[in-house]
């Protein structure tokens, strides 16, 4: 586990213009001093990523977040209410602020988001600077929840990575954005439609915004969140060459099994997934991966969204 040291130690590098990974309550992030062009161009060559794909800005708080973005009243009043904790929101950047374009991936807007989790806070904190931080994983594959994880899929990027132990929430953040004309959900996640209803009473989904608007959350491509197995949904039964992942008691006869919850709880399955699917993709001798159905609500939204990508033919 990080100590203080070894904090002060990635807060130095982020300085440096170096890459640090670092837990958050949902994944692992990938950071880099968001105000500095050669470090965030460093995240996308880590990873892999089109420079199409903007990124999230991390900041210790909403007085920080101020200087990168113009932010509403309604906008205020939401964050206020959500931060620190799994919710970004995309909102218009300030004319001028000290952000690398690169963040922004070219366009006039940028993601912000306040982390709960005292490590990030922490380096934050020390860093002196924002965060810019895709998930640490390479582009299109599962997002990592522990820092095994990140140190298997980035094994030879140089980067420094802080053991925070396992994320507690496990899936991302959720993502909305506001304009004049309302608020949209780009990302499900962490906060729940309900929860975010109580702040927000209308709330459109991308998808029913989709065929009118350019794709809102550039990153939110249908094949990601990729194992090497491929995936099938909904599954009843197990196929021979199929590893399970199972929510409630699982299928009988399945030989190899991760569970995401005996007892059916979606945070808990929450927390499991991206470990689970980590876990079934590293075995060898099968071919695909039968998830049992997990229920369209509250967190299992999320749930859903990430096998749906994590299904889908790759590109
Ligand atoms: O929980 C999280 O959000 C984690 C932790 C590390 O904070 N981060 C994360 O980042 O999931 P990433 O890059 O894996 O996903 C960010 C998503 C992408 O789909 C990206 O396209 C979208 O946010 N995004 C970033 N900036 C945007 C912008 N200005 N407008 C629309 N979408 C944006
Ligand atoms: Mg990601």
Redesign the pocket.
Known sequence: MADREGISRAAARLREGGLVAFP?E????LGADATNADAVAGIYAAKGRPSA????V?VGNLEQAARYAEISTVARRVLEHFWPG?L?I?LPRKAGCALAQAV?AG?D???L?V?AHPLAQTLLDEAGCPIA???ANPSGRI?PTTAQHVLNGLPDAGILILDGGPCVNGL??T?I?LTNDGATL??P?GITPTELAAVIPKLRDAEAVKPHAPL?????LESHYAPRLSVRLNAMEVRPDEALLAFGPAIPGAVRVAQLSEGGDLAEAAHRLFSALHALDEGSGYASIAVMPIPQEGLGLAINDRLKRAAAPRQ
Do not use: K
């Not at 949902?26 to 992030?29: I, L, M, P, Q, R």
């Not at 794909?53 to 999230?56: A, R």
């Not at 809102?216 to 939110?220: F, I, R």
């Open positions: 958050t949902t994944v692992y992030g794909n903007p990124l999230i991390h799994p970004t995309v922004s366009g807007t940028v993601a988001r982390p931080a895709p998930s997002s991302e953040s993502i954005q780009l990302r996640g809102p959350a550039p990153g939110m």
